[in-house]
């Protein structure tokens, strides 16, 4: 009897283990499916694996122009590889680790020199000059390292421009940004714009700066935030060679007061203050702020909300210099992919930037401006809101990146814990600056001086 | 009398309030799943959403291959559970109740691997997989739980070193060989901690974030989790979609603490009988 209900229990375990193994084993079995048919009657076919981070809406159109490249190029098989944006990257440093990274993937602009300075890229200098003609494109020099190689191909372009909500300028009787604007110009608007919950302006005697309803102009660390202002007034964190700091210079002093002047007096929000929003980025489509240093993917929001806005050139220096922070998220090639991956993975890049169907179907999900300047300069792209779209095509004249080095993510970290302390006006801003300047250079140091 | 009566009042004054504190959380998580994404966006935020978007929930359907999300979660979660309540009582058993070489020490090291952060191991496991040809499947997710995880075993362990040696003696007597003993002795008088095991691994498996987003690539594999952060893209958020998914996310959390709270509470008071 008890020997009867032993041999059951150990039937039990028996079927259990057994079924993991076989379901396991079906799993793999499906995989090697995919794999096999690379045999003679089909030589010529290539797998490629193509890496990207998107949302579930861009997925749909990303898989969209995937099924037309391969109708256009039928050797190619594409295998996709695509996660949520924070997901992929975490996955993609473990598959360079392992050495199983994707043939070609989709790099957050600031990413592409991280890779490429620790030997996970392939040079695309040459492909580059053999096969896109540099006037046809916007930012392809935004992957250009100091010594003048390619490491990607622009997927689509980020760039800054000021965003203004005209009804609420139009509230304050304060008149619309112009192309003449100054950064004390925008402050001077910004304290007609700014408004508590009693309904007084920043203008008034009796506003009260604690209980501020409406900001003049929100302002989110680097690229929405501080490096707009610090270039145009001179100054800027890393020296031509991005390998040396030069954060504690006069004109970035100067930047840094104008900044902490206008959270002095509540004209912007400060670090603390956006912690009360739904997201860093929530006060300017929740009508909770006037302006905004935007770049071109902040559209969607703002029209998503609804809102009644237009966008224009961001503002010039004390000396008229003028700077649009860009961001050229790209494709780029795995060094391992060689020989008929690596064409074909080079195939997939000049489909996407070459091809106007490509870059108009990706253009019409607003999330970025396209790389092809003839699309970028269509009907198509220049329609619909914000009326001044051209005002993000005139910005390429200025724009320039954000210092983006091998380590960029450190630095900015780095930086961004100093100069958050002076804008919570905690500590002075030289001292922030000083600070700054002898951490970001340990930064460098640990990665560039080995 | 009305002492008595006052500090009960008083009591369940406390405690409601306490407890709307704790839901507060929650409520504002439905209300803001039912909110525009201008409403969801505005400042100052309303409570309630109007008018309610109920559509919500059906657009998250339509954004994603959700079935399939719940039903690859649901296959990762039950297989994991059912091997980690096996391996861990299994190994535990071996740690409480037979005599070998090293057992306390390699008990030690056992425990020490709780230790480890999950990030550190996720390269070597990562290779490990790769080389199994299992990247990509649901396999690396439960079959690690089947590989006898720290913490089930350090929990089983203490509840079978619980167990009087009197029981074990007379199943021998009666000729039980340990694996019996385990079967028909351990596992009937533990049930509570097996029960707790299994709604800390669900829980645990149904939530995780990281191995999915390491060891998974297509779509059609993705779990529940991954899925929902998804529906966030670089720039867009389409927050209050990721919120209406994450609370159907729930719903199986609820479900199975509902179902398991008897046995918790069973546990408790089991604890100072005998």
């Known amino acids: 009897m008890k020997h009867l209900a032993f041999k059951r229990g150990a039937l039990i375990l028996a079927v259990l283990l057994f079924s993991s193994i076989l379901l396991s084993a079906c799993s793999s079995s499906d995989k090697e499916k995919e794999v096999t048919p690379s045999g003679e009657a089909v030589q010529e076919q290539v797998e490629l694996r193509l890496g990207y981070y998107s949302s579930a809406q861009t997925d749909a159109k990303m898989q969209e122009l995937v099924k037309k490249f391969q109708d256009s190029h039928p050797n190619i098989k594409v295998k996709t590889e695509s996660s949520p944006y924070g997901q992929f990257f975490q996955k993609l440093d473990t598959q360079i680790a392992a050495g199983n990274a994707p043939d070609v993937w989709l790099s957050d602009g600031v990413l592409v020199p991280k890779y490429a300075e620790r030997g996970a890229l392939k040079d695309l200098t040459d492909l580059i000059g053999k096969d896109l003609k540099h006037d046809e494109y916007y930012g392809l020099d935004f992957n250009k390292d100091t010594n003048g190689k390619y490491w990607g191909v622009p997927q689509g372009i980020q760039i800054g421009v000021l965003y203004y909500n005209k009804d609420m300028f139009d509230a304050a009787k304060v008149a619309y940004p112009t192309t003449d604007w100054t950064w004390d110009d925008l402050k001077a608007a910004a304290e007609k714009l700014t408004l508590d919950s009693n309904g007084k302006y920043a203008t008034d005697a009796a506003f009260d700066g604690k209980k501020v309803k409406e900001y003049g102009l929100t302002f989110f660390s680097i690229t929405e935030g501080w490096m707009p202002v610090l270039k145009s007034f001179g100054g800027g964190v890393l020296d031509p060679t991005l390998q040396k700091s030069i954060i504690n210079s006069p004109e970035n002093k100067k930047a840094l007061d104008w900044i902490v002047d206008g959270m002095n007096r509540h004209l912007f929000p400060t670090p603390a203050d956006l912690k009360s929003f739904q997201s860093n980025m929530a006060p300017f489509p929740s009508k909770a702020a006037a302006m905004r240093i935007g770049i071109y993917a902040r559209t969607m929001d703002a029209n998503n909300a609804g809102l009644n806005y237009d966008v224009t050139l961001l503002p010039k220096g004390p000396d008229g210099k003028r700077f649009s922070p860009v961001i050229a998220n790209s494709w780029v090639i795995n060094k391992k992919a060689e020989n008929q991956v690596g064409d074909a993975a080079w195939e997939w890049v000049k489909f996407w930037a070459t091809t106007d169907e490509a870059q108009k179907e990706w253009a019409s999900l607003g999330e970025a401006v396209p790389v092809k300047k003839s699309v970028a300069n269509s009907e198509q792209f220049l329609n619909g809101k914000p009326a001044n779209k051209q005002a993000f095509l005139d910005s390429f004249e200025f724009a320039g990146t954000l210092d983006v080095n091998a380590v960029w993510s450190e630095w900015v970290g780095k930086f961004n814990e100093s100069i958050n302390r002076a804008f919570q006006g905690e500590i002075p801003a030289d001292q922030a600056l000083s600070t700054a300047d002898k951490d970001v250079q340990q930064v460098l140091n640990e990665f560039y001086k080995k | ?274």
């Not at chain 2, 009566?5 to 799943?33: A, C, E, G, H, Q």
């Not at chain 2, 994603?64 to 391996?87: D, E, K, M, R």
């Not at chain 2, 057992?103 to 990030?119: D, E, S, Y």
């Not at chain 2, 191991?121 to 990247?135: K, R, S, W």
Request: charged share 10%; hydrophobic share 50%.
């Open chain 2, 1 to 274: 009398m009305s002492h008595s009566k006052l500090r009960k009042t008083v009591s369940y004054i406390v405690m409601t309030i306490s407890s709307l504190i704790m839901l507060l959380p929650f409520l504002s998580t439905v209300f803001n799943s039912l909110k525009t994404y201008a409403q969801f966006t505005s400042i100052p935020p309303k409570w309630i959403p109007n008018p309610v978007q109920w559509s919500n929930y059906s657009e998250v359907w339509k954004l994603g291959p959700f079935s399939q999300y719940i039903s690859n979660s649901a296959i990762v979660t039950v297989l994991s559970v059912i091997g980690g309540l096996l391996s861990c009582s299994m190994v535990a058993y071996a740690f409480a109740r037979i005599e070998f070489p090293f057992r306390n020490t390699l008990f030690m090291v056992v425990l020490g691997t709780m230790m480890i952060p999950a990030v550190v191991l996720i390269i070597p496991q990562f290779v490990i997989f790769q080389n199994l040809a299992m990247l990509d499947t649901l396999t690396p997710l439960w079959l690690i739980e089947w590989l006898a995880q720290p913490f089930g075993i350090f929990l089983m362990r203490q509840a079978f070193l619980a167990i009087p040696k009197d029981y074990e003696e007379s199943a021998k007597l009666d000729g039980c060989n340990p694996f019996q003993i385990y079967w028909r002795i351990f596992i009937p008088m533990c049930k509570p901690t097996f029960a707790t095991l299994a709604v800390f691994t669900f829980m645990t498996k149904w939530n995780e974030i990281l191995s999915p987003a390491i060891f998974l690539t297509s779509k059609e594999n993705y779990t529940l989790p991954i899925g929902i952060l998804s529906l966030g893209g670089q720039y867009n958020g389409s927050e209050q979609y990721v919120v209406a998914a994450a609370l159907l996310s729930l719903i199986p959390i609820l479900l199975v603490f509902l179902f398991a709270e008897k046995y918790f509470v069973q546990g408790s008071n089991s604890a100072g009988v005998k």
